[in-house]
């Protein structure tokens, strides 16, 4: 469904990607774990258009995207959820996810989000300023379901949350998963990945030096601590 081929990426003068290689199969959860500044965001944000300057190959589903602006990306099926979640305070949870438009059929409606996401229908009036950090995520996954995207981009979807919003967040990466939506996930919480993920893709120094099965999680886990510094 994706594959990026010598991905090169800019923000300014910074250099920040080297030919980054990796792929991501229709269906499947594809996590990129490493360490702080090892290139995972900007990798999301490439695919997305939202670098300054990129070179290199992107093509979802056969067709190059890599000169797209980020707007004709998101209409050719691709949607991102932020590190930042960027929830719009001023608005409330249906407001919010009302907002991004639909791009291709297929999206959830409303109900459907609001039977996989019920604290959300709880809230479903409340600002955005309102929400605990665990619903501000939920949300913002959430309103790209609508979208019609078959392929999500999840930037540190468990960061700073609790253990039972975690566990929460895990079902629906798998519900969705079963849903037959594509995800490709950054994730420093590699034992939370390995709850969710086919294949494991590890990244240093804006490149991806080794491809995991998440079968073979354990007997690489020396490795992977090597690689992560846990």
Avoid at 6 to 14: I, K, V
Avoid at 94 to 101: A, S, Y
Avoid at 164 to 186: C, H, P, S
Avoid at 212 to 221: D, G, K, T, V
């Amino acid at each position: 469904m994706l594959d990026v081929s010598q991905l090169n990426a800019w923000y300014g003068e910074s250099h920040i990607l080297h030919g980054v290689d990796f792929n991501v199969q229709q269906g499947e959860v594809v996590t990129l774990l490493g360490r702080n500044g090892a290139g995972k965001t900007t990798t999301l944000k490439s695919i997305m258009g939202l670098v300054g300057k990129r070179q290199g190959h992107i093509k979802l589903n056969g067709r190059e995207i890599v000169g797209l602006r980020s707007d004709n990306i998101a209409k050719a099926g691709i949607a991102i959820c932020p590190e930042e979640r960027g929830i719009f305070a001023s608005l409330n949870v249906t407001e919010n996810l009302m907002l991004p438009r639909v791009v291709a059929p297929g999206g959830l409606d409303l109900a459907e989000i609001y039977t996989l996401f019920p604290n959300l229908k709880e809230r479903a009036n409340s600002q955005g300023t309102k929400l605990s950090g665990g619903e501000q995520q939920m949300l913002a996954i959430a309103r790209i379901l609508r979208t019609g995207a078959k392929l999500l981009l999840l930037d540190e979807p468990t960061e700073g949350l609790a253990p039972v919003i975690v566990q929460q967040i895990g079902r629906t990466i798998r519900e969705i998963k079963a849903r037959g939506f594509t995800v490709l996930l950054v994730e420093q919480n590699f034992r939370f990945a390995a709850t969710v993920a086919d294949r494991h893709y590890v990244m240093e120094h804006g490149r991806v030096i080794d491809m995991i099965q998440n079968a073979e999680l354990a007997a690489n886990m020396g490795k992977l601590h090597d690689y992560l510094g846990v």
